[in-house]
């Protein structure tokens, strides 16, 4: 994975609340085994129509909007466990999903394949759409390090909550085999001093 300390960017807001899995990569989709590809068809059914030619008025096919920053309704990422939904935010471009609140499992499968969930209150969340609204192209700060999230430019800014082991894998671009692999000396050495 690639390490993540700041990003600084614009924003693609999807104001909708309770968009599910299935809206994020429809399951007709599933079939492949790698992680590449799944971008193209993120919000499929949403993106396009029955002829496969983009729906003008989709926030994604919009020259307005653009960014590594996706900004989301409350309960995102909830319905089915499928991990592809991580993969198909990840490979379109996005580094950074924002949201008042996700789904626990789609929190989990963003955070193993490098795509940072950030919970932020309802308020802040507001706060955001409102700033992309005036002007689209303005900056959002999300900083791992210090566990911010700001509007740059403004005095908005929140500090949002990440699992230690989880902002650790992060911050030096590990999966959990990775992670094991870093403190192999280290299970090297208990084990020899087991035996």
């Not at 198909?88 to 996005?94: K, L």
């Not at 959990?176 to 870093?182: A, F, G, N």
Request: net charge negative; with cysteine.
């Amino acid at each position: 994975m690639d390490k993540f300390t700041t990003l600084v960017s614009a924003a693609v807001p999807l104001n909708i609340e309770n968009v599910d899995t299935d809206q994020i990569i429809p399951a007709r989709f599933l079939k492949a085994t790698t992680r590449e590809g799944f971008g193209q068809n993120l919000f499929r059914d949403w993106r396009y129509n029955a002829d496969d030619s983009l729906k003008k008025d989709f926030v994604l096919n919009s020259d307005h909007y653009f960014g590594k920053i996706l900004v989301v309704g409350k309960n995102f990422g909830c319905g089915s466990s499928r991990e592809h939904a991580a993969w198909a935010i990840h490979d379109y471009g996005f580094k950074v999903v924002v949201s008042s609140f996700f789904a626990d499992i789609f929190k989990g499968n963003a955070l193993n394949n490098g795509l940072l969930p950030v919970t932020v209150s309802e308020a802040f969340l507001e706060q955001l759409f409102q700033a992309i609204a005036t002007n689209p192209a303005v900056n959002i700060e999300v900083n791992l390090v210090n566990q911010t999230i700001a509007i740059v430019g403004s005095e908005l800014k929140e500090s949002f909550e990440i699992n230690a082991y989880k902002k650790m894998c992060m911050i030096n671009g590990y999966d959990d085999i990775d992670y094991l692999l870093s403190i192999s000396d280290e299970i090297e050495a208990f084990e020899k001093a087991k035996a």
